[in-house]
């Protein structure tokens, strides 16, 4: 099981970046991908999660309304749009899976983590 996040980079606050992540590897097709953000000296936090089966989506309410999580079944892509960025959304941002993430938030419901991919807000 493999997850490939990308499309990271240095944005104007008030910005938009897309970013995507790539699985391979999972047996099954029911499961949740999540993406997650660390900024430098605080803990990882939950962004959104995406049922891949169903679709169902969920947001922490830092991001709702400006972030948008959407999934591609034929390419097998996950894929976040960040829009209205601000520079508190600058972390490093890493896609997880797991088949049951079932409190979405908890880096620990996710058994399979992609590397992280840099978001930086900057004027």
């Known amino acids: 099981v493999q997850l490939q996040a990308s499309g990271g980079g240095l944005v104007q606050p008030g910005g938009s970046l897309r970013l995507s992540c790539a699985r391979s590897g999972f047996v099954y097709d029911d499961y949740d991908i999540g993406w997650f953000r660390q900024a430098p000296g605080k803990a990882r936090e939950g962004v959104s999660c995406i049922s891949v089966r169903s679709g169902a989506t969920y947001y922490a309410d830092s991001v709702k309304g400006r972030f948008t999580i959407s999934r591609d079944s034929a390419e097998n892509t996950v894929y976040l749009q960040m829009d209205s960025l601000k520079p508190e959304d600058t972390a490093v941002y890493y896609c997880?899976?797991?088949?049951?993430?079932?409190?979405?938030?908890?880096?620990?419901?996710?058994?399979?983590w992609g590397q992280g991919t840099q978001v930086t807000v900057s004027s």
């Open positions: 997880a899976g797991d088949r049951d993430a079932s409190r979405w938030w908890i880096d620990d419901e996710y058994e399979y």
